[in-house]
């Protein structure tokens, strides 16, 4: 069984930052990528930022690009997401997915996904 476990969520106002972590453990897998998705309440879940795990590749959504940066460390199997000047928008739950098949796009087929952490940005 796979286990994804977040960390680093919190409260934050607006213009600070945060740094998400994210660790896989249990069973070995091979992972093809890991992403961050959010979800706030009534929305479905979005996609937030990818990294391709062999590759090094890169995704966001288009609301946060040159704002947060997704990045990897292979020998601690952790994701991070690094979120600088924060908005009141930016507030949901924040999820940890890895996926194994190898698709082109960043943002689908995750097949293991973290408890989510919440996020909290105030004006």
């Known amino acids: 069984q796979v286990q994804l476990v977040e960390s680093g969520g919190g409260l934050a106002q607006a213009g600070d930052s945060l740094r998400l972590g994210c660790t896989a453990s249990g069973r070995t897998f091979s992972r093809s990528a890991m992403g961050w998705f959010r979800q706030t309440p009534g929305k479905e879940r979005e996609f937030v930022a990818g990294i391709g795990w062999g590759t090094g590749r890169t995704d966001y959504v288009d609301s946060v690009k040159g704002r947060f940066t997704i990045s990897r460390d292979s020998a601690k199997s952790t994701v991070y997401l690094q979120m600088n000047s924060l908005k009141p928008g930016d507030t949901a739950v924040y999820y940890c997915?890895?996926?194994?098949?190898?698709?082109?796009?960043?943002?689908?087929?995750?097949?293991?996904w973290g408890q989510g952490t919440q996020v909290t940005v105030s004006s």
């Open positions: 997915a890895a996926r194994e098949t190898a698709y082109y796009s960043l943002r689908v087929g995750y097949d293991y």
